[in-house]
């Protein structure tokens, strides 16, 4: 009780801040914007019909969904959502590691990211195009079995077949791109005006908007009797449960003793006082998780484009969210991408070497050779449980919701993003109340000397 009374003290001083509190509701109003777009069909479509079709099914599609907080299962402007963006930041980054010019531009400061985030632009717009052609195509060729056994287009008559089809594809995909342009624009802008990273707050909404409809669903759920009470009761304590688990893990990490060599200045000495150098458990944050879905998606995307040849549909039903094949693979890549996105974001002999100009050493290891490699032998042990903390994460929920017979996914990439959103948000938000004298949401050293390790 007494954190919410704080928490609930920090939201009142924040908007005692003009200028904090001009950025928050900036940042509000843009999230508006964007909620608003994610309720606007595109033209043809039979949301109606669709809506039918995400509501029976259990495929990957509606994974993909939840990250636009039901935007996708819309057909709106905003269904690719700002995924396409991620992904091309993320491609960008890897290749980063195998391209010599990438990665002179990631050592060459503001210009070189300037140069970086341009690029990811357009790497944004193509993918979106791609993305959106396979979208409508898919929604082109998707039919939804009524009771009568009958197929109904999710298209109206006027887009169901010739020239009116291959108009519904080129609009759908001009859309659908435009769209995403639109969301990262919304983004960058909440980014520099706004509060928080706004590419990320972005999916935060998404998510956090497909929250009362899942709680409409599975409230009706047990008023129509099909799920007990006490089934009700295990699910929210299980949601509970998993936000708790995934903050501590998030918060938790391994600290490095670090000593400064002692000087004397005059009459003064300097240095010799303790430090650390934090690495934490989940190194690579979400990313993993991110790029594991990404390629997850694509065995049902490229389905969805030869809707009538049997072997692409049987490969693609392998790839179902909670099928034990599509589990394997997705734990295997997001263990794989953990260790791939720690060694290129943690260099240990770039950070030995900055350890040794700044004359920093660790106790009871060489500066140059011996720290980068200690450095290497700490971030694979931590690196290890945390992609495997990762993999258990976004898999285990996605079964539970299935051996539950639950109507919304309650982990994985979801909750991490919320939860990692939400906490660098307040972060944000407390550092610049701490400007200002305020006390902020965050009590550090409680949490960093509880879960540090």
């Known amino acids: 009780m007494e954190a919410v009374t704080k928490a609930i003290g920090a939201f009142v001083n924040a908007f005692k801040i003009a200028d904090l509190r001009k950025k928050i509701l900036f940042t509000l109003g843009l999230l508006i914007v964007y909620r ?16 039918e079709y995400f509501k029976n099914s259990n495929n990957l599609f509606g994974l993909y969904d939840s990250f636009t907080g039901g935007a ?9 959502g700002i995924m396409p963006y991620i992904s091309a ?18 050592k060459e400061g503001q210009e070189g990211r300037a140069k970086l985030n341009q690029y990811t632009r357009y790497f944004t717009v193509v993918l979106s195009a791609l993305q959106g052609w396979g979208i409508s195509m898919w929604l082109s060729n998707l039919k939804v079995t009524t009771a009568a056994g009958t197929g109904i287009s999710v298209l109206s008559d006027n887009f169901s077949s010739g020239l009116g089809n291959v108009g519904f594809r080129l609009l759908a995909t001009l859309t659908f791109t435009v769209g995403t342009i639109f969301l990262m624009y919304l983004g960058e802008q909440i980014t520099s005006h706004g509060v928080g990273n706004g590419i990320s707050l ?34 929210l304590a299980l949601v509970v449960v998993i936000v708790g688990f995934i903050v501590f893990v998030e918060q938790a990490t391994r600290r490095i003793p670090l000593q400064s060599p002692r000087r ?23 990313i993993p998780v991110i790029f594991a879905s990404c390629i997850m998606f694509i065995p049902a995307m490229v389905a969805s484009w030869f809707p009538n040849v049997s072997a692409m549909q ?55 050779k011996q720290t980068a490699e200690y450095i290497d032998h700490v971030l694979t042990r931590i690196s290890l449980p945390g992609s495997l903390y990762l993999a258990l994460i976004s ?32 972060r944000q938000l407390e550092a610049q109340l701490h400007t200002k004298n305020y006390e902020g949401f965050l009590k550090r050293g409680r949490i960093r000397g509880r879960m540090a390790s």
Request: glycine fraction near 10%.
């Open 395 to 426: 898999v285990v929920p996605l079964h539970l919701k299935d051996a539950l017979n639950m109507s919304f996914y309650i982990g994985g990439t979801s909750v991490l993003i919320v939860v990692g959103v939400a906490l660098d948000t307040l």
């Open 202 to 235: 972005i999916i935060f909404a998404g998510i956090v908007g497909g929250l009362p409809r899942a709680i409409m669903a599975e409230g009706e759920m047990f008023v129509e009797g099909i799920q007990p009470l006490a089934i009700e009761f295990f699910i």
């Open 314 to 368: 049987a490969f693609a039903s392998a790839f179902i969210p909670g099928h034990i094949s599509y589990s394997i693979v997705d734990a295997l890549l997001i263990i794989f991408f953990t260790f791939f996105y720690t060694a290129i974001q943690y260099n240990p002999n770039d950070i030995a070497e900055n350890l040794k100009r700044s004359g920093g050493f660790i106790p009871g290891v060489r500066p140059g």
């Open 89 to 106: 930041s993320i491609i960008l980054q890897l290749m980063g590691s195998v391209i010599p010019a990438i990665q002179m531009l990631q």
């Open 72 to 80: 996708f299962a819309k057909a709106t402007v905003f269904a690719l």
């Open 264 to 286: 004397t200045v005059g009459n003064k000495v300097l240095g010799g006082q303790a430090s650390y150098l934090p690495f934490k458990v989940n190194t690579a944050n979400v």
């Open 36 to 51: 608003i777009g994610a309720h606007i069909s595109i033209p043809g479509v039979n949301a109606a019909v669709l809506a």
